[in-house]
Nanobody
Framework: QVQLVESGGGLVQAGGSLRLSCRAS????????MKWYRQAPGKQRELVAG???????NYGDSVKGRFTISRDNAKDTVYLQMNSLKPEDTGVYYC????????????WGQGTQVTVSS
């Protein structure tokens, strides 16, 4: 089985920074795409950022220039550096990975709360 464990959420003032981490554990061959999503209260889950196995990145329009996604393949970990945080960045952040075992499948973390106060 594969598990994704997130860490790094918390409470921060507007303008501050946080760094989220998500590590995959278990038995698998490789990890393809890694992504971060978020869900604010009463809203749908939205894509925040993604990174391919080759290192190509993409970002949601609302976080471009403020957030940076990166990965450490040796540690099976994806990071999300969040700078210049705004109250509208508040929500539960979920990591998602496409993990190849006998086939490629989607796995999700349990979510970590990020709260930005004004």
């Amino acid at each position: 089985q594969v598990q994704l464990v997130e860490s790094g959420g918390g409470l921060v003032q507007a303008g501050g920074s946080l760094r989220l981490s998500c590590r995959a554990s278990g038995s698998f061959f490789s990890i393809n795409d890694m992504k971060w999503y978020r869900q604010a209260p009463g809203k749908q889950r939205e894509l925040v950022a993604g990174i391919t196995s080759g290192g190509s990145t993409n970002y949601g329009d609302s976080v471009k220039g403020r957030f940076t996604i990166s990965r450490d393949n040796a540690k099976d970990t994806v990071y999300l550096q969040m700078n210049s945080l705004k109250p509208e960045d508040t929500g539960v952040y979920y990591c998602n990975m496409v993990v190849r075992r006998f086939k490629a499948s989607d796995y999700w973390g349990q979510g970590t709360q990020v709260t930005v106060s004004s």
